[in-house]
């Protein structure tokens, strides 16, 4: 009897791993058809969850947040490329892409269109830029260039001071290329005023190139400033007559740094050291005069972002300006009842934000914040809500077509990290 018992037990105990086997794989009978072999199972699956994925992201206003990203893939696609494409030949294919865009807009692939647009599109503004840009570049250094020019910008540093030139007459012992501006360097003090007519010698390096492979092309960046060589001023600088008028960019420049030494002046007089530094650079744009530990010291505790006029700056000075018109308008029932005050002062608070990004630069860091803050006061202006998504993605769309090269340059991080903000990261 226990060995009966015994065998009925071991035989349950086969039945039951049997069948719990069975529920486990299930014979390949039972799987249905169209899925028996796991592979097409598991491709199927992924078709229909990136299907679905696409539908969302090509909802109602979705779609939107992708094009600057394809927009930005387009240009890194031009800037890795290994030789010089054909302007010509990118405009005509990116025109190809947006007509096949607009045809295509009712069907199921325009998001994919749309993509493939974006990225053409980027591609060709980058070449097109480029192409606009051409300028001489220094390739071996100079010595003793007599040069003659209207000087542009002047930057105030810690050791020396350094401004652009933008050379009208050139000459050189060995002859040479003819540059159209150049970056020079001179003594602590000794910079000419911007829009002065000047006469010097000066020696000529070429643009630096990357220090290792992959890092950060600063040749890359005087090439799109127009720039082809720097150097140093040799001897004496001469403010001679112009033989000309310098142009309403040069009359705006000299203006603009009228104001910053002025600010610079007036912040002097009661400040100094590196908390006059600080100050100037928080209201102008001026970070060179900040000495090396105190920038240092910055960086390393992760405060330097607040030195680069961004988001947080604009923000406080059109928020600013916005709730004090605001709220002096607000001082006048009649005008409350009778005017829309809200936008009277959206405007005031547009008219405040541009003036402070012409005053601080214009870096790239800046126009983001700037384009973000427009688009919300522009909204405030026509009765629209202002999504904070969309926001950033028609301001990086504005500043890559304006300036396509601000996507390899570090101030255009700070649109990744917004990105993460508006993401909840």
């Not at 001023?233 to 008028?245: C, H, L, Q, Y």
Request: aromatic share 8%; with cysteine.
């Amino acid at each position: 009897m226990a060995g009966g018992g015994e065998e009925r037990e071991r035989s349950q105990g086969r039945a039951g791993r049997a069948i719990g086997r069975a529920i486990s794989w299930p014979p390949r009978s039972a799987v249905p058809a169209g899925a028996t072999d796991l592979t097409e199972g598991v491709s199927a699956f992924l078709t229909r969850k990136v299907r679905s994925w696409v539908a969302a992201e090509a909802g109602p206003g979705r779609l939107l947040p992708w094009v600057p990203v394809a927009f930005g893939a387009g240009i890194a696609i031009y800037f890795a490329a290994d030789r010089e494409p054909v302007a010509s030949v990118a405009a005509a294919t990116a025109l190809a892409f947006c007509v096949a865009a607009f045809v295509a807009r009712r069907s199921r692939i325009f998001p994919l269109v749309v993509m493939l647009a974006a990225l053409s599109a980027g591609f060709a503004t980058a070449a097109l830029k480029t192409a606009r840009v051409a300028h001489g570049v220094l390739a071996r250094p100079m010595f003793s260039v007599t040069m003659k020019g209207f000087v542009e910008t002047r930057d105030e540093r810690e050791r020396t001071d350094r401004f652009v030139l933008r050379v009208e007459e050139m000459e050189s012992p060995r002859g040479g290329i003819k540059l159209e501006r150049v970056r020079l360097s001179v003594k602590k003090g000794t910079a000419p005023a911007v829009s002065s007519f000047v006469e010097l010698k000066a020696r000529l390096l070429p643009p630096l190139s990357p220090l290792r492979p992959g890092s950060y092309d600063f040749g890359r960046d005087m090439y799109f400033q127009g720039i082809g060589a720097s150097g140093f001023a040799m001897g004496a600088i001469k403010t001679v007559e112009a033989p000309r008028s310098g142009g309403t960019y040069l009359r705006y420049a000299a203006t603009m740094q009228g104001m910053r030494d002025a600010i610079d002046a007036r912040i002097r007089s009661v400040l100094s050291g590196d908390n006059r530094a600080i100050a100037t650079a928080l209201l102008t744009g001026r970070r060179d005069a900040i000495s090396a530990p105190v920038n240092d010291a910055m960086f390393i505790s992760g405060l330097g972002h607040v030195l680069s006029i961004s988001g947080y700056h604009m923000a406080v000075v059109a928020g600013v300006v916005f709730f004090a018109v605001r709220a002096l308008l607000a001082l006048f029932p009649a005008l409350t009842v009778t005017f829309p005050i809200k936008k009277w002062s959206a405007v005031a608070a547009l008219i405040a934000a541009a003036f402070y990004l012409l005053l601080s630069g214009t870096e790239v860091a800046t126009q983001r914040s700037f384009f973000m803050t427009a688009v919300v006061l522009i909204a405030v202006m026509v009765d629209r809500r202002a999504i904070t998504f969309r926001t950033l993605a028609v301001a990086a769309m504005i500043v890559l077509l304006i300036a396509p090269e601000a996507l390899v340059h570090p101030s255009f991080q700070n649109f990744d990290a917004v990105f993460h903000k508006a993401n909840g990261r």
